[in-house]
């Protein structure tokens, strides 16, 4: 599948927030407001996995190479993955979001 078929707007299945396509060169995975993802890939991606459940945003990690990452698990199988923050200043994550889940205590 190509980065253009992947770059596709979606209302949030968690927030109902209308998300809009990413205009630079890359592709959003969750939604900027809640930070929820949808369990979609197995490979980064692929769009392959048949579950679809709701990918919980658990932490936020620093790492080498890819900065911050919201780490994600989903609610209906346990997958983890980890996700880069979108920093984009026009069409980035919600700051408040982000700081919010990096405070919260394991």
Do not use: W
Request: proline share 6%; net charge positive; hydrophobic share 30%.
């Amino acid at each position: 599948m190509s980065r253009t078929a992947q770059n596709q707007g979606f209302t949030c299945e968690n927030c109902g927030a209308l998300v809009a396509p990413l205009s630079n060169g890359s592709y959003r995975n969750h939604c900027p407001a809640c930070l929820y993802s949808k369990h979609v890939d197995i490979e980064p991606g692929d769009r392959a996995s048949s579950c679809r459940g709701a990918m919980r945003p658990e932490r936020v990690e620093h790492r080498g190479g890819k900065g911050l990452v919201i780490v994600h698990r989903c609610a209906v199988c346990g997958f983890v993955r980890p996700n880069r923050i979108a920093d984009d200043p026009a069409q980035g994550d919600d700051i408040d979001a982000v700081v919010a889940l990096m405070s919260r205590r394991g």
